[in-house]
T-cell receptor, first 114, second 114 residues
Framework: AQKITQTQPGMFVQEKEAVTLDCTYDTSDQSYGLFWYKQPSSGEMIFLIYQGSYDEQNATEGRYSLNFQKARKSANLVISASQLGDSAMYFCAMKKPNNNDMRFGAGTRLTVKP | KAGVTQTPRYLIKTRGQQVTLSCSPISGHRSVSWYQQTPGQGLQFLFEYFSETQRNKGNFPGRFSGRQFSNSRSEMNVSTLELGDSALYLC?????????????FGSGTRLTVV
């Protein structure tokens, strides 16, 4: 069975600084996808970044990068130059190929301080 | 380009009643998945529809059902509502079922059962 663990219920970061949100996963599958989503207080889930299990390079999308360490089964999200608008819940998720049953972690609430 | 549209945004129902939630995916997206989000259980997968067929189902009782129409719009039905069904119900659409296609989520329907 697939399982996602986010050990940081809450994180604080100063505006313009970088922050790392932790995510570890457990799966016996060789092929899988890892995702990060942002959920502001409005409730909508916003897709941030994707990493495939066979991707050799760490994924990057603007200020977001994914620190993928396959042997350690970790997929940490790094947000550079934090902005006040980054304050939200962040979810790490995983799914198998050709299967849209996505498993989510419990989430990390990030607060950016001015 | 219109996003994923969920209606209604808010709903209050009484125990024992039934409810139908609607989701219109992004144009061209053929996969629609439903998730239940509660403070205690987090985000849990309900089911996925692709080309009008249910492809996956999560661990929910039979009171939860859904369907997808030929235009990819999807409905979710919960019969005999219980207090524990109070949650944010999120619908997500994707172009396909595999690969790096992250979901695009709607803003959700917040259901309160009293």
């Amino acid at each position: 069975a697939q399982k996602i663990t986010q050990t940081q219920p809450g994180m604080f970061v100063q505006e313009k600084e970088a922050v790392t949100l932790d995510c570890t996963y457990d799966t016996s599958d060789q092929s899988y996808g890892l995702f990060w989503y942002k959920q502001p207080s409005s409730g909508e889930m916003i897709f941030l970044i994707y990493q495939g299990s066979y991707d050799e390079q760490n994924a990057t999308e603007g200020r977001y990068s994914l620190n993928f360490q396959k042997a350690r089964k970790s997929a940490n999200l790094v947000i550079s130059a934090s902005q006040l608008g980054d304050s939200a819940m962040y979810f790490c998720a995983m799914k198998k190929p050709n299967n849209n049953d996505m498993r989510f972690g419990a989430g990390t609430r990030l607060t950016v301080k001015p | 380009k219109a996003g994923v549209t969920q209606t209604p945004r808010y709903l209050i129902k009484t125990r024992g009643q039934q409810v139908t939630l609607s989701c219109s995916p992004i144009s061209g997206h053929r996969s629609v998945s439903w998730y239940q989000q509660t403070p205690g259980q987090g985000l849990q997968f309900l089911f996925e529809y692709f080309s009008e067929t249910q492809r996956n189902k999560g661990n929910f009782p039979g009171r939860f059902s859904g369907r997808q129409f030929s235009n990819s719009r999807s409905e979710m039905n919960v019969s005999t509502l219980e207090l524990g069904d109070s949650a944010l119900y999120l619908c997500a659409s994707s172009l396909s079922r595999g690969g790096s296609y992250g979901y695009t989520f709607g803003s959700g329907t917040r259901l309160t059962v009293v």
